[in-house]
């Protein structure tokens, strides 16, 4: 008896491994829908520049621009409130997508990339890929926050301020 019910939470456990996906499926993706990070903001269909800025200690300037494309206004039968792209170098860094609550969301992204891990400092729940991290957060009683970031960009950044660091030392 002992020896069948192991059998049967070994089965079962096999089982819900297959059926969810690896975060390996979230750094394939790299992105929603064909907007993918790391590549050109401006290519995107239906993007406009909000602002261009530059952060404390980049190098070079940072852009925000808000996405209005009809392809862009659902997630299945859930409407997407807006969409914004955070850029460095003109370079996709973040997504960010401002859904109505519902719930089939959470169990669709949980069924494409397992389980997700909840972070309780900040009220979130995130799947992290080598190179993507997806994060969905309430953003107000009736809204969600999902918002893809690059984890390759901020290397980038990094790289910049060194390089800059090179060149003044190669001043003196």
């Given at each position: 008896?002992?020896?069948?019910?192991i059998?049967?939470?070994l089965?079962?456990?096999?089982?819900h491994?297959?059926?969810?996906?690896?975060?390996?499926?979230?750094?394939?993706?790299n992105g929603?829908?064909?907007?993918?990070?790391?590549?050109?903001?401006?290519?995107?269909?239906?993007?406009?520049?909000?602002?261009e800025?530059?952060a404390?200690?980049?190098?070079?300037?940072?852009?925000?621009y808000?996405?209005?494309?009809?392809?862009?206004?659902?997630?299945?039968?859930?409407k997407?409130k807006?969409?914004?792209l955070?850029?460095y170098?003109n370079?996709?860094?973040?997504?960010?997508?401002?859904?109505?609550?519902d719930?089939r969301?959470?169990?669709?992204?949980?069924?494409?990339?397992g389980?997700?891990?909840y972070?309780a400092?900040n009220?979130q729940?995130f799947?992290?890929g080598?190179?993507v991290?997806l994060t969905?957060?309430?953003?107000s009683?009736?809204?969600l926050?999902?918002?893809?970031r690059?984890l390759v960009?901020p290397?980038?950044?990094?790289?910049?301020?060194?390089?800059?660091i090179?060149?003044?030392?190669?001043?003196f």
């Open positions: 008896m002992l020896f069948r019910y059998i049967t939470l089965l079962s456990v096999w089982m491994s297959l059926v969810a996906q690896s975060p390996a499926e979230l750094d394939s993706r929603f829908k064909d907007i993918r990070l790391g590549t050109r903001a401006d290519s995107v269909k239906g993007a406009k520049l909000r602002k800025f530059t404390k200690e980049n190098v070079y300037p940072s852009q925000t808000v996405v209005e494309h009809p392809e862009y206004a659902t997630i299945g039968d859930v997407i807006s969409v914004e955070g850029a170098r370079l996709i860094e973040t997504i960010t997508l401002i859904t109505d609550k719930p969301l959470m169990k669709a992204l949980e069924n494409l990339f389980r997700a891990t972070d400092k009220y729940y799947w992290r080598d190179s991290i969905y957060k309430s953003h009683k009736n809204s926050i999902l918002e893809y690059s960009i290397r980038m950044m990094v790289e910049d301020r060194k390089s800059k090179d060149k003044i030392a190669e001043d």
